[in-house]
């Protein structure tokens, strides 16, 4: 009777003690299961470093490129790399990739001197690869006319940390009139912004484009303002963006891509004054304002210990990896960027 | 017998005056509209999954996840869901129960204990995320030799943490309902504490405790936010297993709902998306029902005694 009643609880206290054992081997071994990936075993002891994986941290805006290239390297002849990708950000990918886990992170900018010496004092070392431009859209209503083209200092005015407050369009004229922009007769219409929030890569790209410079001339924070409508989930921005006829808002190129019909790209002016739209032309030539390079860091040390982690960024660098970048909805470097790219990673020494 | 004694005229007259009226018109709106939003939430879902299933068929359950909707899968979410369920179930009930039981038939009402049953309300109400956090610093990292960083391992041992003061607070109302004269009819036979606990104390409140792990278990499987914390994964992810890198499913439907439909495909991200809220709720009504079933069995026994 005794041993009858205790039975279920005690079952369930010894499952649990399987799971905890079975914990320590996943952590030392191959498990049993996945043998298509058995091929190469390297005494790794984590997870991410086991013969025939590979796993990619960082920019959730790197992130489609990566599990495109993954995809093709699960599927390709041999293909038995399993790949592993998740999509953080750019900096939270970095401070694992310093840590030393995770083989390779994307980012949507260039590593920054502190995550560098985190990364140095870590003894990790690492290659950097540009893989892809992205560009960046500012964008408003289809039914709003009155703006086509805007310059830095006319969306500094807009959006930068002294326009906290503007209601209106117009409320931003005085300022980017002051600022020198060509734009200073915005309509007096309600001004209604939508963007990702501070933790995106996309947020601290907007940051670098638009405010950046004036704020440090300006001796400002370089923010945007806080009273914006900000999510982490570009269909909100998008929506947001076409809810409003007068509406400002900003998301990367692919998302501008694929829902273009519900947005207006603006055009923005260069250095010399010229209006320039962005499209896949004008980003891949760089005369667009709003674009910048896309990354990949490799670990030296998890590349030297892992063939699979070499194959997938050959494969990365390869003809068929630069198609997953359109595919992706980004655009491709040019070929004179991606040679550069090819010849840094075979330098790696 | 000094009760006033009412006719059903009386009776009829009440139900018509007003004041009741407005009250019960009240109470039928609140009722509509509850009932309202579940079969428009439904509805959706339905509309939304029926293109994802007719376009996928079994392979949605399947396959791993990729980069287009007309190939992704929701295996390795339904793996790590299923083991968060399994987890939860193994762990936070029996403990909770274990605490439950403690806490009214052998703990004595003193201050110290009073405090204690206070801060397990209390951290029922904590949210989610905090327990995400709690997850990160502990079963990511302090147990990682254990859980191996984030894995269905953690995962189910954070949820277990979130769930448990639903599990204890459950459990001792339906301990504390149990009639005093059961037990003392068992000391009365000369029964000990543990005895009449074991066998009389706890059958009695089983109902009741099952109807706080079915609770407890729909919660846990319903939760993204602690999962972001610990790490789950929603790019690509062809491996699974308990230790290594998981997903589960609340997590692909934020993510998922949170990827642009692309022109291209027969179907969209939200499609997929309303597919594995199908999926999760199917999950979640199939663990339900094994305790309702359960609970059923206890209660027919209990009507028998």
């Known amino acids: 009777m005794n041993v009858k009643r205790l039975a279920p609880w005690a079952s369930a206290v010894a499952l649990l003690f399987v799971a905890a054992c079975g914990g320590d081997d996943g952590g030392s071994s191959e498990s049993p299961n996945d043998t298509s990936a058995a091929t190469e075993t390297t005494a790794g002891g984590d997870s991410s470093s086991a013969g025939g994986s590979v796993f990619v941290t960082g920019s959730s805006t790197v992130e489609p490129i990566s599990i495109k290239v993954g995809e093709l390297a699960g599927t390709a002849e041999g293909g038995d790399i399993a790949v592993t990708v998740e999509g953080p950000g750019t900096g939270d990918g970095f401070k694992k990739f310093c840590a030393g886990e995770g083989d390779i992170t994307g980012a949507s900018r260039a590593i920054k001197d502190e995550e560098a010496q985190i990364c140095a004092d870590n003894g990790i070392e690492f290659v950097e690869l540009a893989v892809a431009i992205d560009g960046l859209t500012v964008a408003t209503s289809p039914n709003n006319p009155a703006i086509e083209c805007l310059d830095k200092a006319a969306l500094y005015a807009l959006t930068g940390p002294e326009s906290e407050g503007f209601a209106s369009w117009a409320d931003a004229n005085e300022l980017a009139a002051e600022l020198g922009s060509a734009f200073a007769t915005l309509p007096d219409a309600p001004l209604s912004i939508y963007g990702p929030g501070e933790e995106s890569g996309t947020y601290d790209s907007y940051v670098e484009f638009a405010i950046k410079k004036i704020a440090e001339e300006r001796g400002t924070d370089d923010f945007t303002r806080a009273d914006y409508t900000a999510s982490p989930n570009d269909n909100v921005i998008v929506d947001g963006i076409e809810s409003s006829d007068t509406s400002l808002g900003w998301v990367g190129y692919a998302y501008f891509k694929a829902e273009g019909d519900r947005m207006k790209g603006i055009a923005i002016a260069d250095s010399d004054g010229k209006c320039v739209a962005p499209s896949d032309e004008t980003i891949a030539d760089g005369s667009y304002p709003f674009s910048r390079t896309l990354y990949i860091y490799v670990n030296k040390a998890k590349a030297a210990e892992n063939p699979a982690v070499v194959a997938y960024v050959d494969l990365y660098l390869s003809e068929a990896g630069v198609e997953q970048v359109s595919a992706a909805g980004y655009v491709a470097l040019g070929a004179d960027k991606i040679q550069a790219s090819r010849d840094a990673w075979s330098a790696r020494g | ?305």
């Not at chain 2, 007259?13 to 939430?41: I, P």
């Not at chain 2, 083991?83 to 129960?97: E, K, Y």
């Open chain 2, 1 to 305: 017998m000094s009760t006033v004694e009412l006719s059903p005229t009386d009776l009829r007259n009440r139900e018509k005056s007003r004041g009741s009226l407005v009250l019960g018109f009240g109470l039928l709106v609140a009722v509509t509209f509850t009932l309202l939003s579940l079969f428009v939430l439904l509805a959706r879902i339905f509309t939304q999954a029926i293109p994802a299933f007719r376009e996928r068929g079994t392979d949605f359950i399947t396959d791993t996840i990729g980069s287009e909707p007309g190939i992704s899968g929701i295996w390795p979410g339904l793996f790590g869901s299923f083991g968060i369920g399994v987890g939860v179930l193994l762990l936070a009930v029996p403990l909770g129960l274990a605490a439950a039981i403690y806490l009214e038939e052998y703990a004595k009402p003193t201050r110290f204990n009073r405090f204690v049953i206070v801060n397990i309300r209390n951290l029922a109400g904590v949210p989610a995320v905090i327990y995400g956090v709690l997850g990160l610093i502990i079963f990511v990292g302090w147990l990682r030799p254990i859980t191996n960083g984030g894995s269905v391992i953690a995962a189910a041992l954070t949820l277990s943490v979130l769930v448990l003061p639903v599990i204890i607070i459950t459990g001792m109302e339906a301990i504390r309902s149990v009639p005093t004269g059961i037990r003392e009819a068992g000391y009365g036979v000369g029964a000990t504490r543990w005895e009449v606990t074991r066998d009389h104390v706890v059958p009695y409140a089983m109902p009741g405790i099952l109807t706080g792990t079915v609770l407890a278990l729909s919660r846990a499987l319903g939760e993204a936010a602690p999962l972001i914390m610990i790490g789950a994964i929603t790019g690509l992810l062809p491996e699974t297993s308990l230790t290594g890198k998981f997903t589960a499913i609340p997590m692909l439907i934020y993510n998922w709902s949170g990827r642009p439909d692309s022109a291209g495909g027969a179907i969209g991200w939200s499609n997929s998306a309303a597919a594995a809220g199908l999926v999760l709720l199917v999950l979640v009504i199939a663990f339900n029902l094994t305790g309702v079933l359960l609970r059923q069995k206890f209660e027919k026994k209990r009507v028998g005694t």
